[in-house]
């Protein structure tokens, strides 16, 4: 880790979850910065505090009055910077995960029908036939990108589905949406992913307006009709939840399980473990989550001066709750860079804690077991390119793989070619 000095009580480091030296190692990096302190103080962004600490992560996570992650839009308007350090898009909130108090609860109450265990269960036959479908396309030549081809499709086309947006351009919206996290910010590949956010922006707006002439069964049309204090929820704010679910529907399950599969490849043992009985799916799911942690960290604003790890934070500061970091502290976990696809009990922090929890955390779970159901029975014998395997360039927002290449013994197809998806 860099450099550390002493400031009027703080741990000052100039630390950068953007960096090269964090997506080297991060599991690394936070060990550091917890051994000195679980909260820190980074000069980075024009300074900001890192925790580190699982009870200081947690702890900050459930009291959202002290700690929000509300985003006083537009930008510069007032002291609230939202959930992301840097701000990615000044324009509008991330929906939801930017709000708080009763704006936060009348936003995200109506969708929870569709995120419901029951509800989920309903979708699994839907999972099952996108997972075959997209199996098929490659069991035959005994090669594939597994993330262009299964762990990006599978997650992006429920999704679109489930929103309501129009699934043949299921490869666009999923670009944006990957794209988006692993851009470095201020460079000018994020500039240029800026522009083509633009188009993303033009289809959410005119689905919204549609729903709101002709609602639908969809979750757009709940979103588009959603009323806040007597009004309609702001064009802004819906768009913004919008992209929140299809973004968290589409990046964080794909890292999930190309991190599961890039490990799986390199532990010969614990891949033979569960394909023998493949019941051990659900627990290892909640290991690969406490790993790898899709969601690398999430930011805060301090609404009132407050003790947190020992260290004064006063009002208006900045906070970034670093939940892999959280999810390898040892005050907690047993062994924690150790992985354990039987560990029980499992607290892990990877769906965030309290009102932010994840809204699709059960949809991700069945959507990892019914992926890695069909890998394992299907192409059990995958084999990584690790030459040509490609981590994001950064990692500061979420823990991903741009490419997975894989060769496995080629197989028959078992679905018909009519029941491809409505592409």
Wanted: hydrophobic share 40%.
């Amino acid at each position: 880790m860099t450099h550390a000095t002493e400031t009027d009580g703080r741990i000052v480091v100039d630390f950068d979850h953007h960096s090269e030296e964090f997506k080297a190692r991060p599991v690394a990096v936070g060990h550091e910065l917890r051994s000195r302190c679980p909260v820190t103080w980074s000069t980075a962004y024009d300074g900001f505090w890192v925790v580190t600490g699982y009870e200081e992560a947690t702890t900050a996570a459930r009291n959202t009055e002290t700690f929000t992650s509300w985003k006083d839009v537009p930008a510069g308007s007032g002291p609230c910077i939202g959930a992301n350090l840097p701000d990615v898009n000044p324009a509008f909130r991330q929906g939801f995960a930017e709000m708080d108090g009763a704006m936060h609860k009348a936003t995200r109450q109506p969708l929870m029908r569709w995120f419901t265990p029951k509800a989920t269960e309903q979708l699994r036959p839907e999972v099952q036939h996108y997972t075959t479908w997209c199996i098929d396309q490659i069991i035959e030549r005994g090669s594939a990108e597994l993330v262009d081809e299964l762990t990006g499709p599978v997650p992006a086309l429920l999704a679109l589905r489930l929103l309501g947006l129009p699934m043949k351009d299921w490869r666009r919206f999923a670009d944006v949406a990957h794209k988006v996290f692993y851009t470095v910010p201020n460079t000018p590949a994020f500039f240029e992913l800026m522009e083509t956010h633009g188009w993303l922006e033009t289809q959410m707006r005119e689905a919204i307006q549609a729903r709101r002439k002709q609602p639908t069964d969809d979750i757009i049309s709940a979103i588009a009709n959603i009323e806040f204090e007597g009004d309609l929820l702001p064009m802004a704010d819906a768009m913004g939840c919008v992209q929140l679910l299809l973004f968290g529907g589409v990046d964080t399950t794909t890292n999930l399980l190309a991190s599961a599969l890039v490990h799986l490849d390199e532990d010969r043992e614990a891949r033979r473990w569960l394909t023998e009985d493949l019941s051990r799916l659900p627990r290892a799911c909640e290991e690969f989550l406490r790993m790898s942690t899709p969601v690398q960290g999430v930011a805060r604003t301090v609404m009132e001066p407050a003790t947190l790890g020992g260290q004064k934070l006063e009002l208006h500061d900045r906070v970034w709750l670093g939940l892999l970091a959280a999810n390898h502290d040892p005050g907690e976990f047993e062994d924690p860079d150790v992985v354990k696809l039987d560990r029980s009990p499992n607290r892990h922090a990877a769906f965030g804690m309290g009102a932010h929890r994840c809204l699709g955390a059960a949809t991700a779970r069945m959507m990892f077991q019914v992926i890695m159901t069909e890998i394992l029975t299907r192409i059990p014998d995958y084999t990584v390119d690790r030459a040509r395997a490609e981590r994001y360039p950064s990692i500061g927002v979420i823990n991903g793989w741009s490419t997975v290449p894989v060769s496995f013994s080629p197989g028959p197809r078992i679905g018909a070619a009519s029941e491809a998806p409505e592409l």
